[in-house]
């Protein structure tokens, strides 16, 4: 499955942005979905995932309250809605998808990934 990420940009502390995440090439529905980021100098992290079902999601503890993960498996398009968001949250953000039935945050585990795309958080 390819995957293309949209919607990055540059936003205040406290401001909101919503990530897209398009796939296609793929049954879309049969892979687990999973937003990671990579902030300068840092290891990618995961921010969190989302069932094949859209269902069930899991989050880092960092972002639990603030992001939220959606998809829509008829449109083929994954969502990241951020909020409250800080400094720290600037990064490359990329959508990764995993042909598995359970959720996972082990990078390993995602076969596809998209191009990223930048969020920065400043003032």
């Known amino acids: 499955v390819q995957l293309v990420e949209s919607g990055g940009g540059l936003v205040q502390p406290g401001g909101s942005l919503r990530l897209s995440c398009a796939a296609s090439?793929?049954?879309?529905?049969?892979?687990?979905m999973g937003w990671f980021r990579q902030a300068p100098g840092k290891e990618r992290e995961f921010v969190g995932g989302i069932s094949r079902t859209g269902r069930n999601t899991s989050y880092s503890d960092s972002m639990k309250g603030r992001f939220s993960i959606s998809r829509d498996n008829d449109k083929n398009i994954m969502y990241l809605q951020m909020t409250s968001l800080k400094n720290e949250d600037t990064g490359v953000y990329y959508c990764?998808?995993?042909?598995?039935?359970?959720?996972?945050?082990?990078?390993?585990?995602?076969?596809?990934w998209g191009q990223g795309t930048q969020v920065t958080v400043s003032s």
């Open positions: 090439g793929g049954i879309f529905r049969g892979y687990v």
């Open positions: 990764a998808a995993a042909w598995r039935s359970s959720l996972t945050a082990t990078t390993d585990a995602y076969e596809s």
